[in-house]
């Protein structure tokens, strides 16, 4: 049993069945929080396609970390039942080149049933994934720089989840100038650069 568990032809299975463990063990201890989901750019062509393929295959609906341990254990459990069956047929495994890219494609659809499942049995668990567009209305803190229109500097947000985004952001009016430090509101994105109008009370006296 280990030694077919362990074969050259089987270790990819193995080790996504392995890590699967250690992802699940490290989650149910608490050491590590969710991480966002991938984004597809609007102003990619084939975004709504490659959305539409995301939420078929799952990713979205819960948290990530919760989507690739319920992937790789289907992964690895069907490549290994793969392996065994095509020994059963025809004397022998397949090679992991072939065997791998048959097994991902085929862990794909139960995964994105599960998924479907998870996020109806336990409606409070909600992915932190979200669309960027989403940012907009809340507030930013320059973190390095100066921006100024053209020329974006990087700053730091929190969406509704509290978790935080590092983004690119530079003055939607032509006489404004975004110092380090200072907040602003993000009123509008132009491709994957924000936009925003300063609160006004940065060059304020402080009465600290």
Same mark, same amino acid.
């Given at each position: ?13 193995? *080790? *996504? ?10 989650? @149910? ?33 819960? &948290? ?28 022998? $495994? @397949? ?7 048959? *097994? ?44 100024? &229109?053209?020329? $974006?500097?990087? @700053? ?7 978790? &935080? ?5 530079? $003055?939607?009016? @032509? ?29 304020? &006296?402080?009465?600290?």
């Amino acid at each position: 049993m280990f030694d077919q568990f362990f074969a050259s032809e089987n270790v990819i299975f193995s *080790a *996504a069945l392995l890590l699967m463990l250690l992802i699940g063990a490290v989650q @149910a201890l608490g050491l590590v929080g969710d991480v966002e989901g991938a984004h597809v750019g609007d102003h990619d062509g084939d975004a709504g396609a490659a959305e539409a393929l995301l939420a078929w295959a799952g990713i979205g609906r819960v &948290p990530f970390l919760m989507w690739l341990v319920v992937f790789l254990a289907l992964f690895g459990t069907l490549g290994l039942g793969f392996q065994q069956l095509l020994t059963a047929l025809t004397g022998g $495994p @397949a090679t992991s080149l072939l065997a791998a890219p048959v *097994a991902a494609v085929a862990a794909l659809p139960p995964t994105g049933a599960a998924a479907r499942v998870i996020a109806r049995v336990f409606p409070g668990i909600e992915t932190t994934a979200i669309d960027r567009d989403e940012l907009i209305g809340t507030r930013a803190t320059i973190t390095v720089g100066t921006a100024s &229109p053209g020329n $974006p500097a990087p @700053a730091k947000c929190t969406d509704r989840h509290g978790q &935080p985004h590092q983004i690119m952001v530079e $003055p939607d009016s @032509a006489d404004q100038r975004f110092q380090t430090g200072e907040t602003i509101l993000l009123v509008k994105r132009d491709g994957e650069i924000f936009k925003g109008f300063s609160n006004g009370d940065f060059y304020l &006296p402080r009465l600290d």
